[in-house]
C-alpha cells in the first residue's frame, strides 16, 4: 500500500469519518501542506508527547494534576462526578459548576467486566474522606447504566458525612412538548416546580 | 492555549468536522495514543514527505510522474480529464476507464481569475499534439462552471485529429424518476435509446 492509500486508510477509522470524508479529508490536507497539514501533524506530536491523564480527578491536561484541580478559584468542596473526559469538558463549557471534577471513564457493566476498580470509585471515595467534600455531584448519563453507576456511588457514599445531588430531569432548554419521549415528560411533570417558589 | 486545546482547534478546521466532532475525535485518539494516534501522525509525517503531484497529469502519487501515467497495461491513447484528483480516484474505482488522465485542478472562473493556463489546458493540448491521443473523454462534473470548462477545450481540440467525448446524461443507477430534477429527466428522454441496439 503506498503512502496516500495508507493514510486515507487510517483516517477512515477515526470516528464519524468513513472512507469517502477520509479521502475529502486527505485532499484537503495535501492542497494546504505548508498550513494545515503542518499544523494537524505538529498539533498531533506534541499532544502525544505532552498530553497526561490527571492522576486526582482523571481530566486530560498537558500537567497533572490538572489545571482543574490546580485552579486555587475553584470550590476544592465540590467533586462532580462524570462519566467521560466530554462530559467534563460539556460541564466546564456551560461555567455553572465552578468545583473539582472525577471521570469514571465509563459506566459499571458486569458484561463488560466494568467494576468499581476499573472506575476509580474507590479513589472517589477516599477523595471523600481525605479532603474536606461537602457535596457529590453525579452527573453521569440520564441512561440506564449511567443511573446504575450513580445508584451504586450514592450507595458507598452514604456513610459519609456529604451531600450527594444528581441532576435535574425536565424539558430541554428549546424543547417542545410534543416531541419529548414520555419519559422526559413524566420526570418533568413529576418535578414541576410552583411558580411562587421559582427565582 | 494549551496543547489540548490547540490540537482540537486545528481538527476543528479540516472539512466536515465541527467543533463537537474535533473534540470526539481528539478523544478518541488519546484514549488510543499508541495505536491509532502514532499511526495517523506517521502517516500524516509520511505523505507531507513523500506525496507529489505528478509532473504529467497532475494526480497525486508518491512518484512523480504517477504510477497511473507510468502503467504500461493502460491504454495510452486516451485521456480523461477531471476536475480534481478526487474525480480521478472515483473514476479509477469504477475500473472501467483503462487510460491516462489530466487533472486540471477546478473550472474555468472569471470571477476567481482562473483561466486556461492556471487548468493546466495548453499542457493537455501539448499531450495531445505530443502524444499519439486518440480520445479524450471530457468527465469534468454536471455543472454550469464544469460544462463551460468543458466546452471550451472542446473548441481548443477542434484543430487536432482526435475524439472528444463527454460522460453520458440520465438517469442514476437505481434511482426513482420521482426523485429526479428535470433537467436529468430531460436528458435521459432526450437521450434514449433503442432496446434493439442497446447491447
Redesign the interface.
Known sequence: M???E??MQ??S?????GPR?A????????KN?ET??????T??????L??KTCSTCGA???QSPC?ICLDSTRDPHVICVVE???DL?AIERCQTLRGLYHVLGGTLSAMDGIGPDQLHIPRLIQRVVDGDIREVVLATNATLEGQTTAHYIAEKLKPYAVTVTRLAYGIPVGGELDYLDDGTLHAALHARLSLQDAS
Open positions: 503506498n503512502t496516500l495508507h493514510l487510517v483516517m477509522k477515526l470516528p464519524g469519518l470524508s479521502r475529502r479529508t486527505v485532499l484537503h490536507l495535501l501542506r494545515t497539514m503542518r499544523d494537524l501533524t498539533a498531533l506530536s506534541e499532544a502525544m505532552h498530553v486530560l491536561d498537558s489545571g467521560d473526559v466530554a469538558w
